[in-house]
């Protein structure tokens, strides 16, 4: 039944005196540091564990007023008194509150909806906590560090769940509209970009697993997920020299202006496919539109697929082709026919790298044709130089340099490349991982919220979407930040 506050606050206010006595007693003198923050620590959590019993308590020791009625209007009539168990970072709270019911309707209990309390018994603080650990690093760990820190046990399962259901609402959070801002002066050119790498999946288990693998058959699949990021930025004229030797340093590179930082950027990841990845960014980046933005930039490799889906939903961008992928090919053709260890590659190299940058795309072709058809070459280097000649003709349309160039426009795909990596790469393909495709793309967009720095922000959205979803239409008193709530106790 539900507890009088009474004894609660009597036993805090026992609790307390004795933790101050723990730290001004003559105890304290044979005491190190060390013992006493951890023992405060310890009794602190139980502290608050008892503080929070009496919120409830207090709550709940109010009957509500009447009537309660269902979600179709069925007016309910008091039944008794239920408990409830709310696991919080304080550890288990156990509390009864008030309950109504009505023939062929569910128990209500008023009080849960008023303190927006959540599906399961688990905390949304500590759901919080739980899932912001998985961002970053195995579930197993997450779970570790909260049982050492908190002394709070959470299954692996549990965790497992967290995350799903705080992922739930990112595809809507991401659609809202963007909230208006001061736009930095200067940033007037809107650039997006888009990239892929693959995730290790779960596999099936066959019927009848093979002794051997086959050749070329790998033990872990994966499934590719498209990274897109979209930010504004500065023009920054460069020269085609000025990207040589950026690319090909030779003995001290020459003092540049220092480059503009990307503003707003904005990573995501999917496993949903080139489509829907871009379509998604369509609407985010129509929100930057506006009068500050003059130029328009969309930069992806040389994947023909990927660049199809690039130019749909982006009409009015141009489409660049990341300049490291042009570099690539000019290796790899100086490779085959020169050799790795050739000391003269690099000039090589250089004497085609500047001249593509210099928008001299068709001179280059034609020179890559000539040597096509050099007899001198073995028909795997002519494939080598085919391959290379194919690659510029068919991007030549996405490879005017000098004029992007001239206009202070990235040429690379830095971004979303170092997105690949840091999105995608560091936590998925930690050692030993299979995803199933949900489990994977739901730490994607967890990760990805907390990439762009919009944690706080989207775990509030959440709960009041979570709260509609259970409980209807409320309004709550304005809810702090946790950031928020620390500067109010500092």
């Keep these: 039944m539900t507890s009088n506050p009474e004894p609660i606050v009597q036993q805090l206010e026992h609790d307390f005196q004795n933790l101050l006595a723990d730290v001004t007693g003559p105890e304290v003198r044979a005491q190190t540091a060390y013992t006493v923050e951890l023992t405060l620590f310890r009794r602190l959590l139980a502290l608050g564990a008892a503080l929070l019993r009496l919120f409830l308590v207090t709550r709940a020791a109010v009957r ?35 309950d109504y019911t009505a023939p062929g309707q569910d128990g209500r209990c008023p009080l849960d909806a008023a303190v927006s309390l959540p599906v399961r018994c688990y905390s949304d603080l500590l759901r919080e906590w739980a899932v912001y650990g998985t961002t970053d690093e195995a579930y197993r760990e997450s779970q570790t560090v909260l049982e050492r820190i908190l002394g709070v046990s959470l299954s692996l399962q549990a965790i497992e769940t967290s995350v799903a259901d705080a992922a739930e609402d990112v595809t809507t959070f991401y659609e809202q509209p963007v909230a208006p801002t001061t736009h930095p002066p200067g940033r007037t050119i809107l650039v997006v970009q888009a990239d892929g790498t693959g995730v290790p999946m779960v596999q099936p288990s066959p019927v009848a697993p093979p002794v051997r693998r086959g050749k070329g ?10 990274v897109t990021s979209l930010y504004t930025v500065a023009p920054y004229p460069r020269t085609p020299q000025e990207i040589v030797a950026a690319l090909l340093p030779e003995g001290d590179r020459p003092a540049t202006a220092a480059r503009p930082v990307p503003v707003g950027k904005e990573l995501h990841a999917t496993l949903e496919g080139k489509e829907v990845a871009l379509m998604r960014l369509a609407p985010r980046a129509g929100q930057r539109e506006g009068a500050h933005i003059q130029q328009r930039v969309a930069l992806t490799d040389g994947a023909e697929a990927l660049q199809e889906q690039v130019v749909t939903p982006f009409p009015g961008h141009t489409l660049v082709l990341d300049s490291i992928h042009v570099a690539e ?32 795309t068709d001179a280059v072709i034609a020179a890559l044709e000539d040597e096509a058809n050099d007899p001198t070459y073995t028909a795997t280097q002519r494939q080598v130089v085919q391959r290379t000649r194919g690659y510029y003709r068919r991007n030549r349309p996405s490879m005017h340099y000098d004029e992007y160039l001239a206009r202070g426009w990235p040429i690379g795909t830095g971004v979303v490349e170092g997105a690949c990596g840091h999105l995608v790469k560091d936590r998925m393909e930690q050692s030993g991982m299979r995803w199933t495709k949900t489990g994977a793309q739901a730490v994607l967009d967890l990760r990805a919220v907390r990439l762009n720095r919009q944690w706080e922000v989207y775990w509030q959205f959440h709960r009041q979407q979570q709260h509609h979803r259970q409980y209807g239409p409320f309004a709550p008193a304005p809810e702090l930040t946790e950031a928020q709530a620390l500067k109010r106790v500092a």
């Design 64 to 98: 509500p007023s009447e009537p309660i009625l269902a979600a179709d209007g069925t007016r309910l009539v008091y039944h008794d008194q239920r408990p409830t168990t709310y696991d919080s970072v304080f550890g288990k709270v156990r509390f009864w509150r008030h």
């Design 217 to 226: 058959r790998k033990r872990t699949q994966k499934k590719e997920a498209v």
């Design 329 to 360: 090919y000019r290796w790899a053709t100086a490779n085959t026919l020169l050799g790795e260890t050739h000391l003269p590659r690099t000039m090589w190299v250089r004497a085609y790298l500047e001249p593509l940058l210099r928008g001299e």
